[in-house]
């Protein structure tokens, strides 16, 4: 950068007045080397000696000095001096005896600072240029006042380490890539074989191959899916086909490549409650085959699946529950829909108390359904049952009279004996079912905090309302109890029957093949419509005196209860 000196005037004098050094010291820029010292000396008489020429007077005069010192330092002589930077020009002799000292202050001088990029300076000087900051940005000026431009070959070197450095950082993100994907396949690799460590049969040894077990139970065999492929039925398991959830997953809505419409079971995952689940479905269903049991069209493999999926039949009109007091109801929509009529409760009732028989006498083992509920029996279109979800069902035995294991089922449903005695029966079933039918004379749910609090547990609710001839006082009224003979009289059988199943001890409740045998019967009273009047109550009379005043047990929450073991 060029700079102009200042100067004082004195008459015809004009000599620099400050030190241009000293001035700059502050600054972060240098006096460029390329110049050369030009230094007035006066007040005082200069020795022949230092060749010195005058500048204005006898008492004033100039010297130029060079950056080598060739002119002797003015130190030893008691004179005021002053000292300023002027430019080096080539003219052939020392331009301090040719020309006015006035033509060289205003030539300039050059000042310099560091470059930012020392390289980029090293470079410039290497190719024989002069690094020069015009303004912000840096130039390599040539020895003919012309910028240099790169060589070939620096250029070059300069795409090669570029390349280099593009190629290195792309090898970085492939080998990073890499390393995620065998990361996942480690992880899904020790995921199923958890799954597989967790899945055991009665001997301990691994459930290895689905297909193989399933095509033993002499029914049709069970098909394996992919994971991949249920995500694709299911839209990626999204929340628009959610159907509902559960203890141990969720139910989806999907639709296989075929066609068929189907309910996608996603058990919770790594959890030892939903692994046993899976295989109580898997190994429990595979066998069964009646038209009131949803049907398991199959499941993934937990070799091959990271996450544990069973595929049902899909039942498109929600559960009884749904119908009785829940999002279905016409009560609760506030729609103009009447509720299930009486004969389609009936129905109901024959079809699930068909399904229980089924499941209790199949051979060669019987199944205990352990958690019959409303919201377990699945309703189609025609309003045909189709008793769902085996997760806490139980295998028994050949000529077994209980299994011990500690209580598992829903709060309102459970056996009072079982939950007491951890003896798991087929009366167990029975008296959930008792639940049930309580339920649909009624639309009142099994557990209703809302209730007073003797009410809470209908089933206690119900015993005390029957025992004391206030079965009116139960019944819903839009069923026609209290406006038709014979519904009244199939009500108050199925009444009896409710009453019956709910006793306490196990040995007093009627098999279920009893109870199926009284609803059919009522059934065809109310079908008939001309049976004749039977002393429906005769059994309560006889039994009132014995019965308990209430077999209400306290829970905390109306959701599926489970335990350690099963």
């Known amino acids: 950068m060029a700079v102009q000196a200042t100067f004082a005037g004195d008459g015809g004098c004009r000599v ?35 060749r010195l020429q005058p500048a204005c007077d006898n008492t004033t005069m100039g010297a130029y000095t060079s950056d080598d010192d060739t002119t002797e330092p003015l130190g030893s002589i008691n004179c005021s001096s002053v000292s300023v930077p002027v430019r080096w020009i080539e003219r052939g002799t020392e331009p301090g005896r040719r020309l006015n000292y006035s033509e060289l202050i205003g030539e300039g001088f050059l000042l310099e600072w560091p470059p930012r990029s020392t390289a980029e300076c090293d470079e410039c000087k290497e190719r024989g240029g002069e690094c020069r900051f015009p303004d912000i940005s840096f130039q390599c000026i040539c020895r003919d006042g012309r910028p240099c431009r790169r060589s070939r070959g620096t250029l070059a070197l300069g795409i090669k380490i570029g390349a280099g450095a593009g190629a290195a950082l792309l090898f970085l993100i492939i080998l990073g890539a890499l390393s995620l994907l065998m990361l996942h396949k480690r992880r899904k690799r020790k995921r199923s074989a958890s799954l597989v460590g967790l899945i055991r049969d009665g001997k301990g040894t691994p459930l290895a191959s689905l297909r193989k077990e399933l095509s033993m139970t002499g029914s049709p065999r069970t098909h394996i899916f992919t994971y991949e492929e249920l995500d694709e039925a299911t839209d990626g398991f999204s929340d628009e086909r959610e159907l509902g959830v559960g203890g141990f997953g969720r139910v989806y809505k999907g639709t296989l490549r075929d066609g068929n419409v189907v309910a996608v079971k996603r058990l919770y995952k790594n959890s030892y409650k939903s692994v046993e689940q899976f295989q109580n479905e898997v190994e429990i269903l595979s066998r069964l085959r009646h038209p009131n049991l949803v049907t398991l069209y199959g499941c993934t493999s937990p070799r ?69 509920k409303t919201n377990n029996i699945l309703l189609d279109e025609a309003f045909h049952v189709k008793v769902a979800d085996f997760g806490l069902s139980r295998l028994f035995p050949a000529h077994a009279t209980h299994v011990s294991t500690a209580p598992q089922g829903t709060p309102g449903y459970v056996d009072p004996m079982y939950h007491q005695c951890y003896q798991l029966t087929d009366k167990s079933d029975v008296y959930s079912f008792g639940v049930v039918l309580v339920e649909l004379i009624s639309s009142k749910p099994a557990v209703d905090m809302s209730r007073a609090g003797g009410d809470v547990n209908l089933a206690s609710m119900a015993v005390h309302m029957i025992q004391c001839y206030e079965i009116d006082r139960l019944v819903d009224p839009r069923i026609g109890y209290r406006t038709d003979g014979g519904t009244k009289r199939a009500v108050d059988l199925v009444a009896e029957m409710a009453f019956r199943c709910l006793q306490p001890e196990q040995d007093v409740r009627p098999p279920i093949s009893e109870v199926l045998g009284a609803l059919r019967e009522a059934q065809r009273m109310e079908q008939d419509g001309c049976a004749k009047a039977k002393d429906d109550m005769g059994l309560l009379k006889k039994s009132r005196d014995g019965s308990p005043d209430s077999v209400m047990y306290q829970w905390t929450s109306p959701s599926t209860t489970t335990h350690n073991s099963s």
């Open 16 to 50: 620099p007045d400050f030190n241009v050094s000293a001035s700059l010291a502050l600054l972060p820029v240098y006096i460029s080397a390329a110049n050369r010292n030009l230094t007035f000396v006066y007040g005082c008489d200069v020795p022949p000696r230092l």
């Open 304 to 372: 091959s699946s990271h996450d544990l999926l069973l595929v049902y039949e899909y039942v498109p009109n929600g559960t009884l529950a749904d119908h009785l007091h829940g999002a279905r109801a016409s009560s609760a929509t506030g729609s103009a829909a009447p509720p299930l009529s009486w004969p389609v409760r009936l129905g109901i009732a024959v079809e699930t108390a068909s399904a229980l028989d089924y499941l209790h006498a199949v051979e060669p083992h019987q199944v205990v359904h352990r958690d019959v």
